[in-house]
């Protein structure tokens, strides 16, 4: 028989057989774990004890409606909005005030090493203005332009922005695209202008920009600095000022939006919630619209920046909640969660993401297979902006077609997995999705509709049988000193581009709009424009639907193979170009062999390029000193019939590094 020896926390009890004087005697008590984040908390009896000292849970009715305050902080990349954010919460005594407070809501490697922001993150700040204590709920937002899916998720939650603009830089791609996305949504608009204490600052020069291109007067503009934190106090008037509360229903039945979510493997998922009627506390039944499975609140709370859980939330808050959903596809973002039996409309929730570019994923053993889809699953709740195909290679084995916003965020999903999963992955060639309109009516069948979307190139129909080929086209925004100007229309003419619109926003910054085909920006064309301009370019751009096109389908041969993964859909005028550098990064990439290696870009059965790795070459004439021709020849002879030999049983293979090396084009090409 067993028995519980030690009082006080369950942690601190130690099961021993019963019998031994021990199991009758108190014993010390080991030392309980450390905790992270929030007071861990346990219970003894009716007495509760924390390893961190003992926390309140906030009383969230304190607050009502018209002391709320939900806001975002837009702007382009690198123009200090983490910062503001820092700032922010400093000031309002969320955190406390120390040197090392850089970037506190980029809580993933990936955002610290790179110095980006990549998720949306969610704080409440409680802050005393004139008397009043009101309720502040921030959300710092990405700036690059393939995390716009989060930027315009996080504006669904949201009363108003803080627009925030480099005093140095000025208004920038990216800064244009998020106020529309603002402006669309009929939020209300702050402009901020950061990082006044620069050398090079000239904000006057930015509220003219300001009022130029948005239209909204000088005065209204804020002029901060974040790092040194000059007038940041004035923002947080302004928010409380000129940001409306939200309108909302407290006395009707609970009717929340799910904007986020991620997943914890001990607590399941923990979902980010925007309460728009109602409130729902610890105990509630609650029903997701989507999936119409019925869950129980563990757990409610806000980010303060960390979890701190409270009794309730009410209408107009935001929070997060845990309600033991255990599986990662039962929290859909844009899902609509209300009381059991207490049916309400559900919310409009968010348009789904439009995958820009398509990469399969292979794990690099296949036995890795089923570590490596649980995690593209745990990582796809968090990032729901990446779509996922099931998908096969010869050559890779069973993997996924993954489609991603742009570059960057393919870039970043693959870090995440090797960080955060420890995951190794092989990633093929990026490509955009393609549209044939069929001809054949027997392929009409099979396909059960005239036009399909290719998303692998490998399954590109040959010619034959397609009436016309679609590419994606988009309409690129660009701002830049006007010296650059000329460079960057060869550039962009060079990329097929047509021009749309040319506007100048003040003396020396030119606005250029451009519509591009899809595939001749999606890899390169952001660090071709980058290097022509000194880096001043930016650079947005927004889906503009399809327009026909000359497309072939190029294969890459290794000594006659084709290199399945390495398959890639080109414009008719460009496949002689495109075959060339392929052919010739590849010989960069491949290792050589004791064999010669034929590298050749082919169109159908016509070989348009080709490049050559040399075989290594043992000396075999060396234990000749002098002697007959005929001694000579007849080893040279033996030594290329082992070659050949060789040829025919060698297996090539293309290193994992070389599939996003090969397809970057030079800028000249």
């Known amino acids: 028989m067993w028995t519980l020896a030690g009082r006080g926390c369950r942690r601190g009890r130690v099961l021993l057989p019963w019998g031994t004087g021990a199991a009758r005697s108190e014993l010390p008590r080991p030392r309980p774990a450390p905790s992270f984040g929030a007071a861990a908390e346990c219970w003894a009896g009716d007495r509760l004890c924390s390893s961190a000292g003992r926390k309140e849970k906030p009383d969230m009715s304190k607050f009502p409606v018209e002391d709320i305050r939900n ?59 004139e008397g009043k204590q009101y309720l502040l709920n921030l959300i710092d937002t990405p700036g690059h332009v393939d995390f716009s899916y989060e930027v315009s998720r996080s504006l669904s939650a949201c009363q108003g922005v803080l627009l925030v603009i480099d005093a140095n ?182 348009k789904s993401a439009k995958p820009m570019v398509f990469a399969g994923m292979y794990p690099t053993d296949q036995s890795e297979y089923n570590n490596l889809k649980s995690a593209i699953e745990k990582l796809t709740l968090n990032d729901s902006s990446v779509t996922v195909h099931r998908d096969s290679s010869l050559a890779l084995g069973a993997g996924w077609r993954l489609g991603f916003l742009g570059l960057l965020h393919m870039e970043v999903f693959n870090q995440r997995l090797e960080q955060e999963y420890n995951t190794s992955v092989i990633l093929t060639t990026p490509t955009v999705p393609y549209k044939a309109i069929l001809s054949s009516a027997k392929l009409i069948k099979e396909y059960r509709e005239k036009e399909i979307t290719i998303i692998n190139p490998a399954q590109f129909p040959d010619k034959s049988k397609v009436a016309e080929y679609l590419e994606p086209v988009v309409l690129g925004t660009i701002i830049t000193p006007d010296e650059y100007t000329g460079k960057i229309m060869a550039l962009c003419q060079a990329r097929r581009a047509v021009q749309k619109h040319l506007m100048f926003i003040d003396q020396n910054r030119v606005m250029l709009k451009y519509l591009f085909p899809l595939n001749e920006i999606v890899v390169d064309f ?71 290696i034929a590298i050749q870009a082919a169109i159908g059965s016509k070989i348009i390029a080709r490049e050559t790795v040399k075989a290594y070459k043992k000396n075999v004439l060396a234990k000749c000193y002098g002697g007959d021709i005929t001694r000579k020849m007849k080893l040279l002879k033996r030594q290329a019939e082992g070659k050949k030999k060789l040829r025919k049983i060698g297996n090539i293979e293309v290193p994992k590094d070389a599939f996003i090396k090969v397809l970057k084009t030079q800028s000249n090409k």
């Open 71 to 129: 806001f975002s902080i837009i702007a382009h990349v690198d123009h200090g909005k983490s910062t503001l954010a820092d700032r922010l919460l400093e000031l309002t005594g969320t955190i406390d005030k120390t040197k090392n407070n850089k970037q506190v809501l980029d809580k993933l490697q990936v955002e610290r090493e790179r110095g980006i922001t990549v998720k949306a993150q969610t704080a409440s700040l409680f802050y005393n203005f």
């Open 169 to 350: 830089e000025g208004i920038q791609a990216q800064t244009v695209a998020n106020f529309f996305l603002a402006f669309e949504a009929q939020l209300s608009v702050i402009p901020v202008i950061n990082k006044i204490d620069l050398k090079n600052a000239d904000p006057e020069m930015v509220e003219k920009q300001i009022e130029k291109v948005f239209d909204i007067p000088r005065n209204e503009c804020i002029k901060i600095s974040a790092k040194l934190g000059t007038n940041v106090e004035s923002v947080l008037q302004a928010v409380i000022e000129r940001i409306p509360p939200p309108k909302v229903h407290r006395k009707n039945p609970l009717r929340a939006l799910v904007f986020d979510s991620i997943f914890d493997q001990y607590r399941g998922v923990i979902a980010n919630v925007a309460l728009f009627d109602g409130m729902v506390s610890k105990g509630d039944k609650i029903v997701s619209a989507h999936t119409q499975k019925t869950y129980e609140v563990n757990e409610v709370g806000v980010l303060n920046p960390n979890e701190q859980p409270t009794l309730k939330l009410y209408a107009g808050q935001v929070g997060y909640l845990i309600a033991g959903m255990k599986d990662v596809t039962e929290a859909q973002i844009g899902d609509t969660l209300y009381l059991h039996n207490h049916p309400v409309e559900p919310l409009p929730g968010f």
């Open 526 to 596: 952001y660090d071709s424009l980058k290097s022509l301009s000194s880096g001043y370019a930016s650079f947005d751009y927004e889906d503009a639907g399809y327009q026909t096109a000359e497309l072939v389908k190029m294969d890459i041969l290794l000594n006659g193979n084709i290199v399945e993964e390495l398959v890639t859909v080109v414009h008719k005028e460009k496949a002689y170009s495109v075959g060339k550098t392929i052919c010739e990064r590849l010989k960069d990439s491949l290792p050589r062999q004791l064999f010669e």
